[in-house]
């Protein structure tokens, strides 16, 4: 006993110091309590904060994927409309200023932060008549910034595509507009989710910066109630926790996608099944009668 006793004292300041150590790490030697933070975990105006987020997040990567898509069609240089004359020339004379503001709107919104976008929508639209609440001005600010992002990614997406993919379909009397819904964007939509997957994945964080225009989505949550109980450690990672599980559940949903839509699992799919390519046996197609 006395052996034990004496191992104890011998390693007991050891222990001590580590115990010490861990409790400086995770209480940030004490300005961080972790009893708020479980407090304000599930609490109703987060979860509602955390739910606004999502809404928010989905809208505006919807909308913005939909601008992306007639913006790179614009930039396509394949892109016609077709009309019956003398309409036809009209609608050709637009293709270069189509082109041009596809161009300038990409080249804006691209080199633009979103933080300035969403602050000069929210103070500049007042002076046009145009009052807008801030979650409204939140989603168009997000859905015209994510446009230009997306435009590009459903460009290299069409790219990605053979031309003579299209010259098949034009072949077989398909208009541009058929072609491209038939055709091309299905092959496309196979290297547009990997970077549309990650799009909306920055869309879920991005939503925090309309905290600026004091929408209460869930950092303008947190932030509220860090500010009234004096816990801003505490508050934010509240929101970091809700931050990860968003973003991690969509991480899975994505990679359910990718393996889906991709071309090797189509072509496993078409494959025999392993007992039939380890015996050779291979059924007989069914005879009709």
Known sequence: MDFFQHIWNFFAPFFTQIWDFLV???????????????????????LQGVWLTLRLAILAQATGTLIGLFLALFKDPRFVITAAPPFDRIFKGLLLPLRLFADFYI??????????????????????YITLDPFTTAFLGLSLNEGAYMAEIIRAGISSVDSGQMEAAKSLGMTYGQAMRRIVLPQAFRVIIPPLGNEFNSMMKNTSLASVIALLELFGTAEQFAASQFAELELYFVACVWYLALT?????????LERA???????????????????GIRSRPAVAA
């Open 261 to 279: 839509f991709s071309a090797s699992k189509q072509v496993k799919m078409m494959q025999p099944p392993w007992w039939q390519r380890m015996t």
């Open 24 to 46: 400086y790490i995770f209480t940030l030697h004490g300005n961080f309590d972790w009893r708020i933070a479980g407090k304000y975990l599930f609490n109703p105006y987060i």
């Open 248 to 256: 991690t559940i969509w991480g899975q949903v994505q990679k359910w």
């Open 107 to 128: 080249w804006l919104f691209r080199g633009t932060p979103l933080l300035v976008q969403l602050i000069i929508i929210f103070n500049v639209l007042p002076f046009f």
